[in-house]
Nanobody, 121 residues
Framework: QLVESGGGLVQAGDSLKLACVVS????????MGWFRQAPGKEREFVAA????????YYADFVKGRATISRDNAKNMVYLQMNSLKLEDTATYYC????????????????WGQGTQVTVSS
C-alpha cells in the first residue's frame, strides 16, 4: 500500500514537500517514482529514484525545481518542489516498480491514491 501526503493549496513561487509511505512490501528493493495528472490530461512522469544507488531522474519541466529522495529505514519517499507554478496544479501520485528510472506508468506496479496540489496566483 502506498499513501501520499503533503499536498495542499499554495501560491505560485511557494515550496511543498510531498511524502509517500509504503507498507506491506520490501520497500528498499523498489524503484520509486512520482507522477502527476491534471484534469483532462494524461498522467505524466515527474521524478524517480532507483532502489540500489539512489540515482535520480527528473522530467524536464521540474528539473532544477524538484528533489526526490527516499528513506529506506522509514519506507518513505519524498518529493520536494520549489518555485511552484500554476501549471504544477495536479494530483500527484507515488508509484513503486521494477524499472530503474522508469518514466512510463506501465513500468510501475503499485500506485497510491494521490494527493492534490493546487497552485494559485
Amino acid at each position: 500500500q502506498l499513501v501520499e501526503s503533503g499536498g495542499g493549496l499554495v501560491q505560485a513561487g511557494d515550496s511543498l514537500k510531498l511524502a509517500c509511505v509504503v507498507s506491506g512490501r520490501t520497500f528498499s528493493s523498489y524503484n520509486m517514482g512520482w507522477f502527476r495528472q491534471a484534469p483532462g490530461k494524461e498522467r505524466e512522469f515527474v521524478a524517480a529514484i532507483s532502489w540500489f544507488d539512489d540515482s535520480t531522474y527528473y522530467a524536464d519541466f521540474v528539473k532544477g525545481r524538484a528533489t526526490i529522495s527516499r528513506d529506506n529505514a522509514k519506507n518513505m519517499v519524498y518529493l520536494q518542489m520549489n518555485s511552484l507554478k500554476l501549471e504544477d496544479t495536479a494530483t500527484y501520485y507515488c508509484a513503486a516498480g521494477g524499472i530503474v528510472g522508469g518514466r512510463l506508468t506501465r513500468q510501475y506496479d503499485y500506485w497510491g491514491q494521490g494527493t492534490q496540489v493546487t497552485v494559485s496566483s
